[in-house]
C-alpha cells in the first residue's frame, strides 16, 4: 500500500468520511491508483481533506496542495511527508 | 455562479408569464411561452416517470396504495427533538435504501432534502426506463422547486462554526445549503448538461417547475428531469415555520390537519416530494416510451394582491387562466387536486375559487397531501405525481381528516373513500406562503 509510515492508507479513509454518514464511502484502498475525481472526489471533497488534516494533525497543507494528491496513493505519500515535515507524528495535535 | 444565472432565467421567465397574465385577459395560444428561437414551438410535454419520495412512500406505487388506503405518513417528529416546541407531527419519509440511489461520496457533501431528490431522480429515470448516458447530454435539463434549502446541513455546520470554530465548518456548506444544489447534483449525477434551474416559490414552486420545463422542451430540452423535493424538520427548520407560518399545533395524528373543516387549524408540515421525468412527447415517442402517464396540458401562474387589497386573491384568474391555456372548458376538468391550507380563511379562498369556475359542488375535489403534510417546494410535484396515478386508475383518492365541511365552503370534497370515475383531466392548484399561486391541467 505505502512505505510511508507517519500516515496510513487507513488513516485516509477515515479523514474522507464524514461525521454525516457513518460507513458511506468508497474503499479507497481498492483502488489507490484511482484518481480521485473518478472516484466521486471532486475539488470541494480535497479542500475538505486539507481542512481536517489541519483540524486533526495541526498541519496547514498549502493551498495548493490537491494538486499533488490525485490519487489515494499520492494523498497518503504527500500528507505522510508533510508531517514528517512538521516533525509531527500522527495524532498529536488532534482535537478531540 | 452558474446555478443562480439558471434560477435567475428561469425566475425571470416566469415573471414575464405572470405579467401577461396579470392583464387579467384569457390568453389562449401562450405567446408568453413560445420563445421566439423557440426549435419546438408547440411541443407537448409528457410525463414518463414518477420519482415519489414522501412520508406516504417511497416509489410511486407504494405511495399510491398509502392514498388509496388512508394510510397516513404523519407521526410524531423523529428528525429532531421537537419535544421543546409546539409542534409534534409531521410527515416523514420512512426508511428506504437511500445507498441504493445515492453514491457514498456525495452523502457527506448533501443535504437531506437533496438526497431525497436524487434518489427521486433515480427513481424516475428507472420508471422511464432511460439511460441518459445514451442521450445527447446538452439535451437534458433539470428544472427543480426548492423553498428551504439544505437547512439541516446549515444547523449542524452553523453549530460547527459556533462551538468549535470557523475551521471546522465543512467545505460542502459552501454549496449543500443552496436551493438550487438539489437541480447541481441531479445533473452532475446523471450527465445532463442541458438548461438547469430551480424555482423558489413555496408550495406553488413545483408547478412552476414544470412550466419551465415545457418552456425548456420548447426551446428544444428533449428531456427534464423536473418536480422537487423539501426537507426542513431540523430544529432551526421547524423553528422557522413555527415562527412565521400557520401550522397545526393539535397532537392528534387524524384530526391535526384538516382542511375544509369546520375546525381546520393549520397544517402541519412533511418532507419529501416527487422526482418527474417530463420527455418532449416526440423524443419520448421516439424512444420508444409511447404510453407516458400523462400530459401537461395547461399552466398559468400569479400573485395575492398585497394584504388590505381590496382585489381578490389570485386563485380563480389563474386556475381560470390554466384552463384557458389547456384550451379546456370547466366542464371538462373531471377533478380538482386542492391546494388545502387548511386555515378557515385560505380554504374558504379556495372553495369560493373552486366553485365559482365550476359551480357549488361542480367538480370532484380531493386533497390526499392530509397524508402528507404540506411539503413545500415538493407538494404540488407531490399533487402531481398522485393526479397523474389518478387518471391512470380512473380513481379520485379521498381526502382524510376532514368530517364537516366549513360554512361557505360548496366543494364536493371526496372523503371517506376513493371515487372511482372515468377520468381525463385534472387541475392541481397550489398556493405558497406569501402569494405564489399557480395551476396546472394534466390531461391522460
Given at each position: 500500500m505505502t512505505t510511508n509510515p507517519t500516515f496510513s492508507m487507513d488513516e485516509l479513509q477515515r479523514l474522507l468520511l464524514t461525521d454525516s454518514v457513518e460507513g458511506a464511502a468508497v474503499d479507497i484502498a481498492a483502488a489507490a491508483d484511482t484518481p480521485f475525481q473518478e472516484l466521486g472526489y471532486d475539488s470541494l471533497a480535497m479542500l475538505e481533506l486539507v481542512c481536517r488534516v489541519g483540524r486533526e494533525y495541526g498541519v496547514s497543507l498549502p493551498e495548493d496542495a490537491e494538486k499533488a494528491m490525485t490519487t489515494p496513493n499520492e494523498a497518503v505519500r504527500y500528507i505522510g511527508r508533510s508531517l514528517a515535515d512538521a516533525r509531527l507524528e500522527p495524532g498529536l495535535g488532534r482535537t478531540a | 455562479m452558474s446555478g443562480a444565472d439558471a434560477g435567475g432565467r428561469a425566475g425571470e421567465a416566469v415573471a414575464a408569464a405572470g405579467g401577461v397574465r396579470a392583464e387579467g385577459t384569457v390568453r389562449r395560444n401562450v405567446p408568453a411561452e413560445a420563445s421566439p428561437s423557440a426549435e419546438h414551438p408547440g411541443a407537448r410535454l409528457v410525463f414518463t416517470g414518477l420519482g415519489v419520495v414522501a412520508p406516504t412512500g417511497v416509489g410511486a406505487e407504494e405511495h399510491w396504495a398509502s392514498v388509496l388506503a388512508g394510510r397516513t405518513g404523519i407521526g410524531k417528529i423523529t428528525r429532531c427533538d421537537a419535544e421543546a416546541y409546539p409542534l409534534r407531527l409531521a410527515g416523514q419519509v420512512p426508511a428506504f435504501d437511500l445507498a441504493a440511489h445515492v453514491p457514498p461520496p456525495l452523502m457527506p457533501q448533501t443535504d437531506w432534502w437533496t438526497q431525497l431528490a436524487l434518489a427521486g431522480a433515480a427513481l424516475a429515470l428507472a420508471d422511464a426506463r432511460l439511460e441518459p448516458a445514451e442521450l445527447p447530454e446538452y439535451e437534458m435539463a433539470v428544472v427543480t422547486s426548492s423553498s428551504s434549502g439544505g437547512t439541516a446541513f446549515g444547523q449542524r455546520e452553523i453549530h460547527r462554526l459556533w462551538?468549535?470554530?470557523?475551521?471546522?465548518?465543512?467545505?460542502?456548506q459552501s454549496i449543500a445549503w443552496f436551493y438550487a444544489a438539489t437541480t447541481g447534483q441531479i445533473s452532475i449525477r446523471h450527465g445532463m448538461r442541458g438548461p438547469c434551474g430551480v424555482l423558489a416559490c413555496e408550495q406553488a414552486g413545483g408547478l412552476d417547475a414544470l412550466a419551465q420545463a415545457r418552456r425548456l422542451a420548447r426551446e428544444g430540452s428533449r428531456l427534464v428531469v423536473t418536480g422537487g423535493t423539501d426537507a426542513s424538520l431540523c430544529e432551526y427548520g421547524v423553528i422557522a415555520q413555527l415562527s412565521t407560518l400557520p401550522l397545526a399545533r393539535r397532537d392528534d395524528v387524524r384530526r391535526a390537519y384538516v382542511p375544509f373543516d369546520r375546525a381546520a387549524c393549520g397544517y402541519l408540515p412533511g418532507e419529501g416530494g416527487a422526482i418527474l421525468l417530463a420527455e418532449r412527447e416526440d423524443a419520448a415517442r421516439e424512444r420508444g416510451a409511447d404510453r407516458p402517464y400523462g400530459e401537461l396540458l395547461g399552466y398559468a401562474s400569479g400573485f395575492d394582491p398585497a394584504p388590505g387589497s381590496r382585489r381578490p386573491p389570485a386563485l380563480h384568474r389563474v386556475a381560470r387562466n390554466a384552463l384557458a391555456n389547456a384550451r379546456l372548458?370547466?366542464?371538462?376538468?373531471?377533478v380538482v387536486f386542492a391546494d388545502a391550507m387548511g386555515t378557515p380563511a385560505a380554504d374558504l379562498a379556495e372553495a369560493q375559487a373552486i366553485s365559482a369556475l365550476f359551480g357549488p359542488y361542480g367538480v370532484p375535489v380531493t386533497a390526499p397531501k392530509t397524508l402528507t403534510g404540506r411539503l413545500y417546494g415538493g407538494g404540488a410535484a407531490l399533487d402531481v405525481a398522485t393526479a397523474l396515478l389518478s387518471l391512470r386508475d380512473g380513481v379520485v383518492p379521498a381526502t382524510t381528516g376532514p368530517r364537516e365541511i366549513g360554512p361557505g365552503c360548496e366543494i364536493d370534497l371526496v372523503t371517506g373513500s376513493p371515487r372511482e370515475l372515468p377520468l381525463r383531466t385534472a387541475l392541481v392548484l397550489a398556493r405558497g406562503h406569501g402569494g405564489f399561486t399557480s395551476a396546472v391541467v394534466l390531461g391522460r
Open positions: - | 462551538s468549535r470554530g470557523p475551521g471546522h465548518v465543512g467545505a460542502y372548458e370547466p366542464s371538462e376538468i373531471d
